[in-house]
């Protein structure tokens, strides 16, 4: 069974995604505001938890920043706001996953599954992994390089999981979309370029002649240590 909580101050979405959630098995958790919403992540351990960011108190972004320093819960941000801007930002703070209004709820239900399991997979955790020119602390998500530590962004942590789960192994670029940024996206080949040049920069000690995450052209990106 996965437990649920769904974040939202509209009582009939509430209770829609209530009735949906516990029609497939689900165990629900709901809040209205985003205080309460923190202190049940804290209170109920949630294994997803389901994100407006038009809350009543606090605006669900900082909702997801202040969550994410202390929990890796996985996050699906339930959204009016469609631009591209608002997506990044949620994502780059650590969301799992956007989907806008109007929604489909079966297609909302899938994206819970997925979170889930991905969720799991975290939980399992992939320890330490060293390289000559890094160091990077799964578990803790410290990455050090020469001695000093460097930040990454909860993207950027997640791109490393999926390429590192298997070093020197080729992940497809539609492997790579539907983990880190959910089951609908597969063909924004460009969000992957965009985060594999910025760990570059901050990891290889040469970014325009990486050793360490490798574009296959075409195909993929591969990580060898």
Same mark, same amino acid.
């Given at each position: 069974?996965?437990?649920?909580?769904?974040? @939202?101050?509209?009582?009939?979405?509430?209770?829609?995604? $209530?009735?949906?959630?516990?029609?497939?098995?689900?165990?629900?958790v709901t809040a209205n505001d985003g205080r309460t919403a923190i202190q049940a992540v804290e209170d109920d351990a949630p294994d997803v938890v389901i994100l407006d960011l038009g809350l009543p108190d606090i605006?669900?972004?900082?909702?997801?920043?202040?969550?994410?320093?202390?929990?890796?819960?996985?996050?699906?941000?339930?959204?009016?706001?469609? *631009?591209? @801007? @608002? $997506?990044?930002?949620?994502? *780059?703070?650590?969301?799992?996953?956007?989907?806008?209004?109007?929604?489909?709820?079966?297609?909302?239900?899938?994206?819970?599954?997925?979170?889930?399991?991905?969720?799991?997979?975290?939980?399992?955790?992939?320890? $330490?992994?060293?390289?000559?020119?890094?160091?990077? @602390?799964?578990?803790?998500?410290?990455?050090?390089?020469?001695?000093?530590?460097?930040?990454? $962004?909860?993207?950027?942590?997640?791109?490393?999981?999926?390429?590192?789960? *298997?070093?020197?192994?080729?992940?497809?670029?539609?492997?790579?979309?539907?983990?880190?940024?959910?089951?609908?996206?597969?063909?924004?080949?460009?969000?992957?370029?965009?985060?594999?040049?910025?760990?570059?920069?901050?990891?290889?000690?040469?970014?325009?002649?990486?050793?360490?995450?490798?574009?296959?052209?075409?195909?993929?990106?591969?990580?060898?240590p």
């Amino acid at each position: 069974m996965i437990r649920v909580l769904v974040v @939202d101050d509209d009582p009939r979405l509430q209770r829609t995604l $209530t009735i949906a959630l516990r029609a497939h098995g689900n165990d629900v958790v709901t809040a209205n505001d985003g205080r309460t919403a923190i202190q049940a992540v804290e209170d109920d351990a949630p294994d997803v938890v389901i994100l407006d960011l038009g809350l009543p108190d606090i605006d669900g972004t900082e909702v997801l920043r202040r969550l994410r320093l202390s929990s890796r819960v996985p996050v699906i941000v339930l959204s009016a706001r469609h *631009d591209s @801007d @608002d $997506t990044v930002e949620a994502l *780059d703070l650590g969301a799992d996953d956007y989907v806008t209004k109007p929604f489909g709820v079966e297609e909302l239900l899938a994206r819970v599954r997925a979170a889930a399991r991905r969720g799991v997979d975290v939980a399992r955790g992939l320890g $330490t992994l060293s390289t000559a020119d890094f160091m990077l @602390d799964f578990a803790e998500r410290r990455a050090t390089v020469a001695d000093a530590e460097i930040r990454l $962004t909860p993207t950027e942590w997640r791109l490393l999981e999926e390429l590192c789960r *298997d070093p020197g192994h080729l992940v497809s670029q539609q492997e790579l979309l539907h983990t880190v940024w959910g089951p609908a996206y597969g063909k924004e080949s460009n969000y992957l370029r965009v985060y594999a040049n910025q760990l570059r920069r901050k990891l290889e000690p040469d970014p325009s002649s990486p050793v360490h995450i490798i574009t296959e052209p075409g195909l993929g990106y591969r990580f060898n240590p």
